[in-house]
């Protein structure tokens, strides 16, 4: 069956940078583009963007572009979301997807806190 | 961005009553292959969202057929016949049809 297993919860200072996994099995890796969400209490769920699993391509909401980047590794069927620059507003936690949505991970909580 | 607003904020139901949850769209859903990608998702607390349905009216596999979907263009409905005890949770609105995609703010609903 397919499955999303992401990385653990992560403490980071602010203007430092976290890196999450999504480690996807049950699929062939490269059949289905892999999206970031983003779930805060204040804001409700965002999307981030996506990465073409195949290519490497990705499309980024405006509003990530510069924060998030996108990346997958093949050889291990693991897409990467590294998160730059970090400030309290990114504190949340941060799903994977794929398939149009009917596969999630089970979320990675970030805090970001001094 | 296309603008998901969902309505009710919040919804409570007895068990076995039925449930209604409105999603609109500030433009329309229908998409350039003619499809409309706009899908409704249920997170229950502690957990990952879940797909219910998709193409506003398809149900995900192994979803109970007391939930249905149906509208078009910018208006869409969520329906519950019979709210059973693991129906509890916020439910979700989300549009796939234009970039970003982008989320309702949520339904949470309760048992009565």
């Known amino acids: 069956q397919v499955q999303l297993q992401q990385s653990g919860a992560e403490l980071a200072k602010p203007g430092s940078s976290v890196k999450i996994s999504c480690k996807a099995s049950?699929?062939?890796?490269?059949?289905?583009?892999i999206s970031w969400i983003k779930q805060t209490t204040g804001q409700g769920l965002e999307y981030i963007g996506y990465?073409?699993?195949?290519?490497?391509?990705?499309n980024y909401n405006e509003k990530f572009k510069g924060k998030a980047t996108l990346t997958v590794d093949k050889s291990s069927s693991t897409a990467f979301m590294q998160l730059s620059s970090l400030t309290p507003d990114d504190s949340a936690v941060y799903y994977c997807?794929?398939?149009?949505?009917?596969?999630w991970g089970q979320g990675t909580l970030v805090t970001v806190s001094s | 961005d296309v603008v998901m607003t969902q309505t009710p904020v919040s919804l409570s139901v007895a068990i076995g009553q039925p449930a209604s949850i409105s999603c609109k769209s500030s433009q329309s859903l229908v998409g350039t292959s003619g499809k409309t990608y706009l899908n409704w998702l249920l997170q229950r607390p502690g957990q990952s969202p879940k797909r219910l349905i998709y193409?506003?009216?398809k149900l995900d596999s192994g979803i109970p057929d007391r939930f249905s979907g149906s509208g078009s263009e910018t208006d869409f409905t969520l329906k519950i016949s019979r709210v059973e005890a693991d129906d509890l949770g916020v439910y979700y609105c989300l549009q796939g049809t234009h970039f970003p995609n982008t989320f309702g703010a949520g339904t949470k609903l309760e048992l009565k």
């Open positions: 049950g699929y062939t890796f490269t059949s289905y583009y």
């Open positions: 193409l506003v009216s």
């Open positions: 990465i073409n699993t195949g290519s490497g391509g990705t």
């Open positions: 997807a794929l398939n149009w949505f009917a596969y």
